[in-house]
């Protein structure tokens, strides 16, 4: 429960890092692009407009886009929510089932 306490004033203060086991396969721009998303203060954050801006999104074509599995993305995402509870118990399963 202290981990989970500690995750979540991390969260708040956007306190974050892109663990290598985890992120290695992203690329560069795309974490850039994250980094950008998640500022807390909303002056700082970058604006909706220039995210669509943003290299990792302009740079990436049709047929790139078409060649991607994203099966294994899809059962990695579902594997994580079963393991997300949030304070008062509740957990994604909603996510999970697509509603």
């Excluded at 202290?2 to 663990?19: A, H, S, T, V």
């Excluded at 690329?27 to 407009?49: F, T, W």
Aim: with cysteine; glycine share 4%; aromatic share 8%.
């Amino acid at each position: 429960e202290e981990n989970q306490r500690q995750l979540f004033r991390k969260i708040r203060m956007g306190e974050f890092e892109f663990f290598q086991e985890d992120w290695e396969d992203i690329s560069d721009s795309a974490k850039d692009l994250i980094s950008k998303l998640l500022v807390v203060d909303p002056s700082r954050r970058i604006e909706a407009q220039a995210a669509l801006q943003h290299e990792w999104i302009c740079k990436v074509d049709d047929e790139d886009l078409s060649a991607r599995s994203l099966s294994s993305s899809l059962d990695s995402l579902r594997s994580s929510l079963k393991s997300i509870q949030t304070e008062e118990g509740y957990t994604a399963e909603w996510l999970i089932e697509g509603r």
